[in-house]
C-alpha cells in the first residue's frame, strides 16, 4: 500500500482544527486498530500464560502493553524511515515467524512429554520475560497497523489518539482471550498461525512491494483460523434434553 508521509514534529497541530476530519477518521482508526489486532491479542494472550498464575498474568498484561504504548507511538513518530526499511521489516517478519516456530515446537515438546508421562509439564516464564516478549510482539505487529493508519491520515496526533485507544482496548481483549484459550484448546494454534500469516505477509511486501495484497483477503483468512479455533471446547456440551422431575 502507498504510505502517505508524515509531517514533522512542528506540524503536529496543523489541521487538527478541522474537527469534521477528526470525527470521521478517529471511529476508522479505532476500529483499524480492533481488527488488525486480533491476532495480536491472542500471541499476546498465549505469552502473558507462561505465567502461570493469574495475578502475575495481569501484571505481566499491565506492564506490558504499558510499555508495548509507548513502542509503539515512538514507531509511529519515525514510521516513515520504518515503513521504507526493509530490514526492519524482515526482521519483524522474522521475529514473528520466530514466535510461531517456537509455539509448534512448544506443542510438540509438551505433546510428547504428554505422551510419555500421562501429564503435561507447564514451565512458568519470569515475569520480566514476558513483559519484553509482550512489548516486543505488539511492536512487531504494529507495523501492519500503523502502516495501515498513517495510510488513512497524516494528522500525526490522530494517528497516535488511534494507537492510544486501540492498544487500551487490546489490554482488555488480550485479557479475555487469556480465559478463552484456556476453554478452546485450538484457539492458540490459530492465533499462531495468523501470526505466520502477518510475518508472510510483511515478507511479501519486502520482496515483491508492487504485488497487491488486499486487506479483506487477510481478514477473511484470520477469520477463518479463529472460528477453527472456536469450534472446539474443552467444555461438555450442555444437554439439550429437560431434566425429568423425580
Known sequence: MDVMSLPSLSDWFEGVDQWGEVLALLPVL??????????????LAAIARACRRPDQERLALNIGIALALVL?????VIAQWVLESAVVQLLAAGYLLWLFADHMRSKLSAQAEQDESGSASAVSSSLLKTV?????????????????????SDQMLLVITGAVIGIIALRFTSALFVRWLEEYPRLETAGFLAVAIVA???ILHVLFSNLHQPDWLTLLVVLMLFGWGLSQSRSPALALEPEHAD
Open 30 to 43: 479505532v476500529l483499524l486498530e480492533l481488527v488488525l489486532s486480533a491476532d495480536n491479542a491472542v500471541a
Open 72 to 76: 509503539r507511538i515512538g514507531l509511529i
Open 132 to 152: 519484553l516478549l509482550l512489548a516486543f510482539t505488539d511492536l512487531a505487529f504494529s507495523i501492519d497497523s500503523v502502516a495501515t493508519a498513517v495510510a488513512i
Open 200 to 202: 508472510i505477509k510483511l
